[in-house]
Nanobody
Framework: QVQVVESGGGLVQTGGSLRLSCTTS????????MAWFRQAPGKAREKVSC????????YYEDFVKGRFTLSRDNAKNTLYLQMNSLKPEDTAVYYC???????????????????WGQGTQVAVST
């Protein structure tokens, strides 16, 4: 049984930091590229960042570039998203996503994802 579990969300003030984690089980973690998506109330789910299965390639959307850092530890089956300089517009539910290596490693949207976590809430206050 595949499990994808996010943690680390919470409430933080503008300019603060959070680190999200995503742990997986039930599959071979290194066979999957990983990504974070987010969804704010009333908005579509959007991609935030991706990392290739070996961790050598990363991608960031412009709205987080320079503030967020994505990394993975294949030995621990864990993905991390370090979020710094948080803004109120970063408020959303953040979802961990797994993309099998037979697919493009950083899909343009949610349809390219094989497995999702349940999400973790991030709220940034003014």
């Amino acid at each position: 049984q595949v499990q994808v579990v996010e943690s680390g969300g919470g409430l933080v003030q503008t300019g603060g930091s959070l680190r999200l984690s995503c742990t997986t089980s039930g599959l071979t973690f290194s066979d999957y590229a990983m990504a974070w998506f987010r969804q704010a109330p009333g908005k579509a789910r959007e991609k935030v960042s991706c990392i290739s299965w070996g961790g050598t390639d990363t991608y960031y959307e412009d709205f987080v570039k320079g503030r967020f850092t994505l990394s993975r530890d294949n030995a621990k089956n864990t993905l991390y998203l370090q979020m710094n300089s948080l803004k109120p517009e970063d408020t959303a539910v953040y979802y961990c996503a797994m993309i099998h290596r037979t697919n493009f490693w950083c899909p343009p949207g949610p349809s390219g994802v094989n497995y999702w976590g349940q999400g973790t809430q991030v709220a940034v206050s003014t």
